[in-house]
């Protein structure tokens, strides 16, 4: 179809052999000229079915490329090798676990013909039930992954930039402006600003890549109705094993793009950033994840001693409170007590990410309670 851009689609995949097919299923009958699209999948050593499930639909589909990336050490690698191969005049991006909708290309391209400015569209994530099972359906009714909400952004528009570089502008947490690759598109002049590639560490890569493209004087566009279904983990363990990788990755931006200022954040009525000029750069979340266990361990102490923990304790069990309370929405309402311990768990998880990070990152931080 003469006029329409050349579309790229790169996907990093490692052993997805469960979810796979379904991406490809979606991928191969988007509403686009199938001449005007290019499906770069990278593989980062995949020791399952994913490489073998690739090649078969190759046979048919001459539009999927297949690079395999030795020793490959993240995602970004992988795309990395995708990029240095790619074609087209825009590069969009998603995962081996998700199914985009067929008007997804078009969808999130509009922006791109409309202001010459934006470098970088991005799309909203939702859940595609597939397995049913109790993590699934939490993720589902949370919101898991939604970019509805980030830099208070609700609705389709530009995302604010970076003014101060700040620890919460830059860290990948709910007010920094980033997309996810999971549902994200790059114009080419702006990912050739920016030198095509991801940077080579091994995590937060899409954090980074989207703080340079703003850097580089390009734009950052929200595009709702630009949809991603999300496949998300089949267990608690493995989701909050995803959960502790978002949680080591946030202190890494931190230390590459924030000047050196310590933020306090109250996680009240609205998020608060209070910044302190101090030696080192960070930050602390406080919110009722902290402060039911601060309080908590208070009241042990203060028993242990003898001492009356009566305050404490009523402080404890507010914050408990107000943390649990909004599991009360999920349904079915029966599972309160698994759908209470998949919250706990998973914001744990991140919260020992955190720690983690920060140790290996030498960043203050202190992580974000749900």
């Known amino acids: 179809m003469q006029g329409k851009p050349f579309i790229t689609v790169i996907n990093p995949v490692r052993n997805t052999q469960r979810t796979l097919a379904r991406c490809l299923e979606s991928l191969v009958v988007l509403d686009y000229p199938m001449e005007n699209l290019e499906f770069i999948f990278a593989d980062g050593g995949s020791t399952d ?27 970004g690698q992988a795309r990395n090798a995708a990029l240095a191969i790619a074609r087209g005049d825009y590069i969009a991006f998603t995962d081996g676990d998700c199914y985009v909708r067929k008007d997804w290309v078009n969808k999130i391209l509009e922006p791109f013909l409309k202001d010459s400015t934006i470098g970088m569209v991005g799309g909203e994530i939702h859940t595609m039930r597939t397995d049913h099972n109790n993590t699934e359906i939490y993720c589902e009714q949370t919101k898991f992954l939604s970019v509805a909400g980030r830099c208070n952004l609700t609705s389709e528009g530009y995302y604010p930039t970076i003014k101060k570089d700040l620890p919460h502008e830059v860290n990948g947490n709910i007010h920094s402006p980033f997309f996810a690759t999971a549902n994200a598109a790059v114009s080419k002049k702006a990912a050739d600003a920016i030198g095509r590639e991801f940077w080579h560490e091994i995590t937060n890569e899409d954090v980074d890549f989207s703080i340079r493209i703003l850097k580089a004087g390009y734009k ?71 402060l039911m266990h601060i309080f908590g361990l208070v009241s042990l102490i203060q028993l242990a001693l003898g001492r009356s923990a009566l305050i404490s304790g009523i402080l404890f069990a507010l914050f408990t409170l107000l943390y649990f309370w909004p599991v009360l929405k999920i349904k079915p309402r029966g599972k309160f007590l698994i759908w209470a311990k998949i919250r706990y768990l998973s914001n744990w998880a991140l919260m020992r990410g955190g720690f983690k990070g920060m140790r290996a990152w030498k960043v203050f931080y202190i992580e974000s309670s749900w």
């Open 49 to 75: 079915a994913t490489v073998s499930i690739i090649k078969e639909w190759q046979k048919r589909y001459p539009q999927i490329k297949l690079v395999e990336v030795a020793n490959c050490k993240s995602p």
């Open 220 to 290: 950052l566009y929200y595009k709702p109705d630009a949809v991603v279904e999300h496949m998300h983990r089949m267990s608690l363990a493995d989701y909050s094993k995803q959960l502790f990788g978002y949680g080591f990755g946030h202190p890494l931006p931190v230390k590459a793009h924030a000047k050196k200022v310590f933020e306090i954040c109250l996680q009240y009525f609205s998020y608060i950033y209070i910044p302190v000029p101090f030696f080192f750069k960070g930050v602390l979340y406080i919110g009722n994840f902290h």
